[in-house]
């Protein structure tokens, strides 16, 4: 039996241990150590160059670390001989800039990893897609390219994109920070209904709506260190530490 194929109730499904970075001499993260169960929604927030967003990459290793150790799944991300490829088909990832390929229609769009990575026929990844495509709201822009849609429209295709993988966890690294306001909660709402789903999510943002809505767990970080993990009524209603209350009066104030 596989790592991949092991019962992984006993476990979380992604556990970070004592994980740091640097990037030459600069130390991004320090001793980072937290985990997400099966089912569990965590939002990781806190001020800009904080390494929110490198933990989050680390997790799928689009970004390397230097100490410590990630594993998804029973997977580990460090061993030499994981197939990152295919462990990464598994780890749904929505970026900032929605990174969809803006010379294919959103069907190919959709299509594309499912056919090169997963071995699906044409047929069967096209239904696959379009049935996402309806479940986000978009079914009638099957034909139409990314830079014909709006920012809102094309972060639900990335969503849809990344679910057609059938992954087992999604990580959202500040999905609504690049979108026009008006367009923020239409991606939010489809976070929220994949939540309600069972879906196990990890996400960088600054939406405190969002994790007050859905998150089972906060975790703050400021300077590379995660500085709270807590549940999120901990976290909103009684903050441990003083950098946090600082972060949640400037950011709830708006």
């Excluded at 230097?66 to 490829?85: E, H, R, S, W, Y």
């Excluded at 690294?173 to 008006?182: M, R």
Aim: charged share 25%; hydrophobic share 40%.
């Amino acid at each position: 039996m596989t790592a991949s194929a092991m019962p992984q109730a006993a476990g979380p499904m992604i556990d970070i241990d004592q994980v740091s970075k640097w990037y030459g001499d600069f130390q991004v993260l320090t001793n980072c150590t937290t985990n997400v169960a099966k089912g569990d929604v965590v939002v990781v927030c806190g001020p800009s160059g904080s390494g929110k967003s490198t933990l989050i990459k680390c997790v799928n290793a689009l970004e390397p670390f230097q100490k410590g150790q990630i594993t998804v799944d029973g997977t580990k991300i460090a061993d030499k001989k994981t197939n990152l490829p295919k462990l990464r088909s598994r780890v749904g990832m929505v970026f900032q800039h929605f990174e969809l390929f803006p010379h294919l229609s959103i069907t190919d769009n959709l299509t594309l990893a499912q056919r090169k990575v997963l071995g699906r026929g044409r047929e069967e990844a096209q239904q696959k897609g379009m049935a996402l495509l309806k479940r986000v709201g978009l079914e009638a822009h099957a034909h139409k390219f990314p830079g014909q849609l709006s920012g809102g429209q094309q972060q639900r295709v990335a969503i849809a994109r990344a679910l057609a993988m059938n992954p087992v966890v999604m990580l959202f690294d500040e999905p609504t920070s690049a979108l026009d306001p008006e367009m923020v909660g239409e991606v939010l709402d489809v976070m929220v209904e994949l939540a309600r789903e069972g879906m196990t999510m990890m996400v960088v943002t600054h939406e405190m709506g969002f994790a007050r809505k859905v998150a089972n767990r906060v975790i703050f970080m400021d300077r590379g260190e995660i500085v709270e993990d807590a549940r999120k009524e901990e976290f909103f209603g009684s903050p441990r530490s003083e950098r946090a209350q600082t972060f949640l009066s400037k950011i709830l104030s708006h």
